[in-house]
């Protein structure tokens, strides 16, 4: 009888494990684009798990359409509030590893993303302070939100096409950063209806 009760708790000790490490997925989109603004999906960071792009559905209408895929690198935090959502202005905890004209992720705390491209920074007085391009981040921050420096971009050719894109890892990110996929240029019927993304 002892035995009986040894062998299921253990099964079910395997069973919740089993559970525990199944992936997560998201699907996210649908996102257009302009002929002033590419056609951007953020995928916002994990504190732990991978993303890994799984699917990709898009419609493009130039030969040159690319997409590309980019992870976030460096990490930040948000040091001093900016409630103009346009303002170009954002203090944050440190500056090391910044490159003028990276594009930027800022993660809300309840996981919302927003992007923009980076002017400069400074230390002055203390403070790490960023300057971002006009229209800054269409966001108000508060003192905890997170910023990511992406990385370089990976594209992929894609040509004028609708089209629909499958594999285990059609781009893999960073544990703990967000990721991007834009499709560019975009002129009139440019789009990323959806991507499905893998966390583990």
């Known amino acids: 009888m002892k035995n009986k009760i040894l062998l299921t708790l253990a099964t079910a000790a395997l069973a919740v494990s089993a559970v525990a490490a199944l992936p997560n997925y998201q699907t996210l989109g649908p996102a257009s684009g302009t002929a002033a603004s590419p056609a951007t999906i953020i995928i916002p960071a994990d504190p732990v798990l991978t993303p890994r792009v799984v ?43 910044l490159s003028n004209g990276s594009t930027l992720v800022l993660q809300k705390l309840n996981g919302v993303c927003y992007s923009a491209v980076l002017s400069s920074y400074t230390q002055s007085g203390g403070s790490n302070l960023l300057t971002l391009a006009s229209g800054g981040w269409g966001a108000a921050t508060a003192i905890g939100d997170s910023v990511y420096q992406m990385g370089t971009a990976v594209p992929l050719p894609v040509g004028a096409t609708t089209n629909f894109a499958t594999g285990d890892a059609i781009f893999v990110g960073v544990a703990g950063r967000p990721a991007a996929v834009t499709l560019t240029p975009s002129l009139v019927t440019n789009r990323l209806n959806s991507l499905t993304v893998r966390f583990d």
């Open 55 to 97: 699917t990709a559905n898009w419609q493009s209408d130039s030969n040159s359409a690319v997409l590309s895929f980019t992870a976030g690198q460096g990490a930040y935090v948000i040091a001093g509030t900016n409630l103009v959502s346009s303002g170009t202005s954002q203090v944050v905890n440190a500056t090391n590893g």
